[in-house]
């Protein structure tokens, strides 16, 4: 059984047409969880402070607790080492937020990856593994990063032949900000924007001295509905966007000989 894992980037839960968002575009999605079957009673334990990438992807990638692995994942077994042992072609491309390390000796091959945390989507730093187990150069993405992590994924469905079962680990930067999703997209929520939370506040009701992470600079305080409101509709692009890229990768896994022995993953880091 081959695995496809395609893995988004702070994507919520609540951003999904299939689970009753009728103000979002996500047919790709909803078509997997139609098919397939959805985890609905789960909770990412997402970090020390907050729901962050690095230490949620270290416990997905190791399966141990917040507090029984550190971000690189150091001394523990990942679950595509443990496929490898098992006779698998693990494979990977996009992001890789826990170390060249831990993705080296995870992944047999690996190609346009990106190692860090977030980069302007258009202009993503990636690099290749190499044959003596080291990462090449980092040279920049000429499209935007979605499309540029589903197009090596597409590759190499389209050019595995190998009798070994594979994992292909699909890990996407969206809808992670910078939000700037294509003008197609962006516009299409623009025209036809979200309402806001029922909860929203200009302003945080108190101030604990941690409002100083990048998510509390992304716009000035107090914000207001139409800041909100941009950034909420260029978030709903990102996805819609992204869930295209999606599509074309199922796509391409339908056209393969692959198709009817291949288990699809879709999830998000947090």
């Known amino acids: 059984m081959n695995i496809l894992f395609l893995f988004a980037d702070d994507q919520r839960a609540d951003s999904i047409a299939a689970w009753g968002n009728e103000h979002i575009s996500t ?4 078509a997997l969880a139609r098919r397939g079957v959805s985890f609905r009673q789960n909770y990412c334990f ?15 990638m190791s399966g141990r607790h917040l507090f029984a692995v550190d971000d690189a994942i150091t001394g523990a077994v990942t679950f595509p080492q443990l496929l490898q042992s098992h006779g698998y072609t693990t494979f990977a491309t996009g992001k890789w937020h826990n170390g060249a390390p831990s993705l080296l000796r995870s992944f047999a091959r690996a190609q346009t990856i990106m190692l860090g945390g977030m980069s302007d ?3 993503v ?6 044959d003596h187990n080291t990462m090449s150069d980092a040279s920049r993405g000429g499209k935007h990063s979605s499309e540029l992590f589903a197009d090596t994924a597409i590759e190499f469905l389209n050019s ?11 890990a996407f930067t969206a809808p992670h900000d910078p939000r700037d999703p294509p003008a197609k997209f962006r516009q299409q929520y623009y025209d036809q924007r979200p309402p806001l939370p029922a ?5 945080h009701p108190f101030d604990n001295g941690q409002l100083v992470l990048r998510d509390e600079n992304l716009a000035p305080w107090p914000r207001t509905r139409a ?17 295209e890229q999606i599509g074309r990768v199922l796509t391409a896994l339908a056209d393969s000989p692959h198709a009817e022995n291949t288990l699809i993953i879709y999830a998000a880091d947090h």
């Open 160 to 170: 595995y032949r190998d009798e070994r079962p594979f994992l292909c680990y699909c």
């Open 199 to 203: 909860n929203f506040l200009p302003q």
């Open 227 to 243: 800041i909100v409101s941009d950034q909420l509709a260029e978030y709903y692009g990102m996805i819609t966007h992204l869930d």
């Open 121 to 123: 989507h258009n202009q």
């Open 125 to 130: 730093p990636v690099r290749n593994r190499q």
């Open 46 to 60: 997402g970090s020390r402070h907050g729901a962050v990438c690095q230490p949620s992807r270290a416990m997905l």
């Open 27 to 30: 047919p790709n999605i909803d």
